[in-house]
């Protein structure tokens, strides 16, 4: 039997992370180069779109991972622990996370790409809460704030719509209050 029949006849003909039955497709996990039975697992486009190009991952497509974390074969397994190390600034990855076990082989396997390992330079913005703020996220003010260079004060409860992060200062986002391009401290807000 060959190996893409084997991989098809393992998954029932759907994605082995999401459960998707269309565009379907031979996937092997980085670093491995050849296909093998355990380190390749069938996975839709839409998975291995995400999983090869962080910039355009979905958080709520990756809550499939709950169930396929659970899977029997180390390839997916190794797929969802690295899917899930990428997300885990969203919160509920994490506790899955600390739910998962893996053999210590396996574990090292998956640690191979780097997923999952802190980016020193890489500045974390959060709210007064402590929750991790993204790019386009919303949020509101917990308290009136004076807008410099005008006289205008942003009131306690305005929402602020697809904020955008400072690049060199962890404590800064952008966002408009009003018709005003304005800098908000994070510890004034609060994720929406």
């Given at each position: 039997?060959?190996?893409?029949?084997?991989?098809?006849?393992?998954?029932?003909n759907?994605?082995?992370?999401?459960?998707n039955?269309?565009?379907?497709?031979?996937?092997?996990?980085?670093?491995?180069?050849?296909e093998?039975?355990n380190k390749?697992?069938?996975?839709?486009?839409?998975?291995?779109d995400?999983?090869?190009?962080?910039?355009i991952?979905d958080?709520n497509?990756?809550?499939?991972?709950?169930?396929?974390?659970w899977?029997?074969?180390?390839?997916?397994?190794?797929?969802?622990?690295?899917?899930?190390?990428?997300?885990?600034?969203?919160?509920?990855p994490?506790?899955?996370?600390?739910?998962?076990?893996?053999?210590?082989?396996?574990?090292?396997?998956?640690?191979?790409?780097?997923e999952?390992?802190?980016?020193?330079?890489?500045?974390?913005?959060?709210d007064?809460?402590?929750?991790v703020l993204?790019?386009?996220?919303?949020?509101?003010?917990i308290?009136?704030?004076?807008?410099?260079?005008?006289?205008?004060?942003?009131?306690?409860?305005?929402?602020?719509r697809?904020?955008?992060?400072d690049?060199d200062?962890?404590?800064?986002?952008?966002?408009?209050?009003?018709?005003?391009?304005t800098?908000?401290?994070t510890?004034?807000?609060?994720?929406?």
């Amino acid at each position: 039997m060959s190996l893409e029949r084997e991989l098809y006849k393992r998954a029932d003909n759907k994605c082995e992370l999401c459960g998707n039955e269309e565009h379907l497709q031979i996937y092997t996990l980085a670093p491995q180069k050849d296909e093998t039975l355990n380190k390749s697992l069938v996975a839709c486009k839409i998975c291995v779109d995400q999983i090869e190009d962080p910039e355009i991952t979905d958080a709520n497509h990756w809550r499939c991972l709950n169930d396929s974390m659970w899977s029997e074969q180390d390839a997916v397994k190794v797929a969802a622990w690295r899917m899930l190390s990428r997300l885990r600034a969203e919160g509920w990855p994490q506790d899955l996370l600390d739910m998962m076990y893996l053999e210590d082989d396996i574990l090292e396997f998956a640690k191979a790409t780097g997923e999952g390992e802190a980016d020193p330079e890489k500045l974390i913005h959060r709210d007064v809460n402590g929750v991790v703020l993204e790019h386009g996220d919303s949020v509101v003010l917990i308290k009136d704030l004076k807008v410099k260079g005008s006289s205008m004060v942003a009131k306690q409860g305005t929402a602020v719509r697809n904020i955008r992060l400072d690049r060199d200062n962890e404590k800064y986002i952008e966002g408009k209050v009003g018709p005003t391009l304005t800098v908000i401290i994070t510890d004034f807000v609060k994720k929406l």
